[in-house]
């Protein structure tokens, strides 16, 4: 405990140590590291969250490296969630972290037991696998983060916060209101996303991104899990 103390005294000078306690005991999902989630899962474990459960199917390849935390040249190759991990317990050995590689969808979704977390990030690419998750978690226990659309994006200063159904410019959160309407299956519950309007003036030649995009969006939801521990 003591090296805890030193990692996050600056932390508990602003928080104090009651909130730093509630802060490590909270338990965390964050489903999919890539780009955003890798950023979110860091920002949490350096602001004190100490039980963190990690879900990325993929391993890190070399066209990660632009955007993704723990994707380098030495990284390339390796399970996402386990390079991750590494990184995590270098900032906090004393942190619980659990990597899990696996796809979150209609076969596997009954394995996780949402209601057994108090906050759901929402990092996950798919379409179809993010309108699963945001209906399962909306439904459990757990409070919901998602985000939005990040790629395609070149200012980070346009990056917003606001409920789902109010989000506005975003194709993503677009094709899941539609999602939600053709199927009549629909969120129970209201749930706050980032996202950004930005519309590009240059015409791309694919579906980029950038780090200072999706890390600024991982690291927003980590700011809403923080402080939504600390208001309630």
């Known amino acids: 405990m003591a090296i805890e103390s030193e990692i996050f005294n600056r932390a508990e000078l602003l928080l104090g140590s009651n909130n730093m306690e509630r802060i490590a005991n909270v338990q965390v999902l964050v489903m999919g590291v890539g780009g955003v989630g890798s950023w979110c899962a860091e920002c949490l474990v350096r602001t004190g969250i100490k039980h963190l459960t990690i879900v990325d199917a993929d391993v890190v390849q070399t066209s990660n490296i632009n955007r993704q935390l723990m994707a380098t040249t030495s990284t390339i190759g390796r399970v996402k969630v386990e390079a991750l991990k590494e990184r995590l317990l270098l900032i906090n050995p ?3 972290i659990q990597a899990i590689q696996q796809e979150y969808n209609d076969e596997t979704a009954s394995a996780f037991d949402l209601d057994s977390y108090d906050y759901v990030v929402d990092a996950i690419d ?10 399962k978690a909306t439904a459990s226990k757990a409070k919901l983060f998602s985000s939005m659309g990040a790629a ?5 200063t346009k990056i917003e916060v606001a409920e789902f159904w109010k989000v506005q410019g975003d194709p993503l959160a677009k094709a899941l209101r539609n999602r939600f309407k053709k199927t009549e299956e629909f969120p129970k519950r209201k749930f706050k996303c980032v996202f950004s309007q930005e519309q590009l003036k240059i015409k791309p030649q694919g579906k980029g ?4 995009i999706t ?3 991982g690291i927003t939801l980590a700011g809403l899990v923080i402080n939504d521990i600390l208001e309630n």
């Open 126 to 135: 798919s379409l179809k696998d993010k309108a699963l998750l945001i209906l």
């Open 215 to 217: 890390a600024v969006f």
């Open 209 to 212: 991104s950038l780090a200072q």
């Open 94 to 96: 004393n942190a619980v």
């Open 152 to 156: 395609l994006k070149l200012d980070p």
